[in-house]
């Protein structure tokens, strides 16, 4: 029985989903021709087209959980995403989108080049057996800035005229990358608790937002073959008529961070830090740098997100994204993330975003009204945190000491009554 009850234990997070998706069947109302409308292909769809910008917030987020951090500027650097993204697709010329966008990509580009140059290195070293080459940090520095001024100048000189779906591809989530490392230099050198300083820019976002698209302008409208490219059009497109397109880019970004926390020496330093981030020190774990990629690539994500935002809803908002980091964090919390850090899976993030998009679909298929929905998200949110906790033993705990304390009271009752009978 002890092998039975470890398999329970291993698979509870898929037995949950299961259970729910069963709930949506069951409980599904029935079409006009007598189909199961849970079940229909439109439906299903519509479920990982909506789950596609959670759950690519939520895929960093998991990443800034098991360093044992906390993101709330990802609503914010979602809304400033999805503003930018409008801005570059139905403008031209210069404006504080480029504003914005053309020092986002120098760093981007420079950080990108300058890891490409050093790991070439790295290799040639390996290769050839030999030592450092003085100087040759200086060449791939040099090199790096000189390639991040290009790029910079090229998406720059592109202000003339709209941006295509590339440049939009590479401008957005580079802001949102600037942003993310601002949060991780801020933490790291400041040594501050990632909650203040997140929750600081989660502020800061929702004003650079507003200002970069204008004191009275509440909505950016996209309407792609009209005000913006047509090409636009296909992040939002059904691939065989059946397979949303930001579902297939969700599932890509599962996918490609699975591979790196499970295979790459990155992924072991995210987990030895979430463990022990002192241990993970000594050991020798850059951990500043470890925790600056992390916050940085939770923010490129978030900007990531924004587009496909702008995509399915035809619009830049700045405040597009305000509740979207406490959705990403249930999301990871559901699928076995610990918020001490240090255990985790992107696999349960995805179960985690499915469990939650698939609440939200059998929710509204029978009319729930939105409140309601929301007190049983959080109490499905509770339920979550104590089986994947595994907080049994707390609640046993809490009720011996309740009777702990009763006993003294019965024995000074019992005493007085035993008084009470010598004496008469």
Known sequence: MEWLKGIVKATKLYWGLALLFAVGVLSSPVSSKGHNIFLSFGNLSDVFRQISVTGITAVGMTLV??????????????????????????????????????????????????????????????????????????????????????????????????????????????????????????????????????????????????????????????????????????????????????????????????????????GRYVYAIGGNEEAARLAGVPVWRVKITVYAISGYLAALAGILYVAQYRQGKPDAGMGLELDAIAAVVIGGTSLMGGRGSMIGTLVGVLIFGFLSNILQLNNIDSNTQLVLKGIIIIVAVLLQERRSSGWMFFLSQLKVRDAPERSVSSQQTETGRHGE
Request: hydrophobic fraction near 65%.
């Open 65 to 266: 959980i098991l360093i044992a951090g906390i993101d709330l500027s990802v609503g914010s650097v979602l809304a400033l995403g999805s503003v930018v993204c409008a801005m570059l697709l139905t403008n031209e010329g210069w404006s504080s989108a480029y504003l914005l966008g053309v020092p986002a990509v120098f760093l981007l580009a420079f950080l990108v080049v300058l890891g490409v140059v050093s790991f070439a290195v790295k290799v040639q070293r390996r290769a050839t057996q030999t030592g450092a080459v003085p100087g040759i940090s200086k060449i791939a520095l040099v090199a790096a800035l000189a390639a991040a001024f290009v790029v910079a100048a090229l998406v720059a000189s592109s202000s003339a005229s709209k941006a295509s779906v590339l440049l939009v591809l590479l401008v957005v989530p580079a802001v949102g990358l600037m942003l993310g490392a601002i949060n991780g230099v801020v933490i790291v050198g400041g040594r501050l608790q990632p909650f203040i300083v997140t929750l600081a820019m989660m502020v800061a976002g929702l004003g650079i937002a507003r200002l970069t698209a204008g004191q009275n302008t509440a909505v950016w409208p996209v309407y792609t073959g009209s005000n913006a490219t047509q090409d636009f059009e296909a992040l939002r497109a059904l691939i065989f008529g059946i397979i949303p397109v930001p579902g297939v880019i969700f599932a890509g970004v599962i996918l490609l961070f699975w591979i790196i926390l499970r295979f790459t020496k990155f």
